[in-house]
């Protein structure tokens, strides 16, 4: 009875992480911000799904499996994220009033 519970609570509060994630996704003005919401809510959205799963499937063969996809999207999400900003800013699209000072462009020689 207990485990029902925490796992409709993981389950609804990872769904629901990741249904904003799609929201800030698709209301989002540029690709920095996007891709914000493309990473961190849909990443813990899916780590609560996962443990979720993991607490209804713990004695199978399965919960590893559900390990291993909790490791690989932790692991990738960020530098996927990385890449997609370094090319939107290597592109010019990203917004120049949300940065205060370019530290990419160029050193500092102050």
Not at 28 to 34: I, K, L, Q, S, V
Not at 37 to 58: D, H, S
């Amino acid at each position: 009875m207990i485990a029902d519970i925490v796992v409709a609570v993981l389950m609804l509060t990872g769904s629901t992480m990741a249904f904003t994630a799609s929201i800030g996704i698709l209301r989002f003005p540029d690709t920095m911000t996007r891709m914000h919401a493309a990473t961190k809510p849909q990443t813990l959205g899916l780590i609560l799904v996962l443990l979720g799963a993991g607490v209804r499937l713990w004695d199978t063969i399965d919960f590893g499996m559900l390990v291993l996809s909790g490791i690989f999207a932790l692991i990738t999400a960020p530098v996927i994220a990385h890449r997609v900003g370094k090319l939107a800013y290597q592109e010019q699209r990203i917004r120049d009033d949300l940065i205060d000072s370019d530290d990419v462009e160029s050193p500092r020689t102050d």
